[in-house]
């Protein structure tokens, strides 16, 4: 089974930019379809971007609109890792960001329940 951890959180000021890293243990990982989401204190946990299993090396990825255009998700299997690049950091994007692997599909990689295994989450804090 997959294990995940997430690394680059930090303190960042508004417009600045982070890069998240989601390190993977596992064999299933070329395959597996790997999500972001992310949970601001009182609020739910929300969908950010995904990278999804297509077949050999094709990938497709997906972002919320909240940060389409600023935020970019992509792989690198032969280091076991996914990133979150974001920019134009925002206050509105201080959460708990987590990195999550499973099985989804188009109707459901949104939805947080349906992916199996889950990072410990990183802190990132966007000042004013």
């Known amino acids: 089974q997959v294990q995940l951890v997430e690394f680059g959180g930090g303190l960042v000021q508004a417009g600045g930019s982070l890069r998240l890293s989601c390190i993977a243990s596992?064999?299933?990982?070329?395959?597996?379809?790997v999500g972001w989401f992310r949970q601001a204190p009182g609020k739910e946990r929300e969908f950010v971007a995904v990278?999804?299993?297509?077949?050999?090396?094709?990938?497709?990825?997906y972002h919320a609109n909240s940060v389409k255009g600023r935020f970019t998700i992509s792989r690198d299997n032969a280091k076991n890792t996914v990133y979150l690049q974001m920019n134009s950091l925002k206050p509105e994007d201080t959460a708990v960001y987590y990195c999550?692997?499973?099985?989804?599909?188009?109707?459901?990689?949104?939805?947080?329940?349906?992916?199996?295994?889950w990072g410990q989450g990183t802190q990132v804090t966007v000042s004013s």
């Open positions: 999550a692997a499973g099985s989804v599909n188009d109707f459901n990689y949104q939805v947080a329940r349906m992916y199996d295994v």
């Open positions: 990278t999804r299993y297509q077949r050999s090396t094709l990938y497709m990825s």
């Open positions: 596992g064999d299933t990982f070329s395959t597996s379809d």
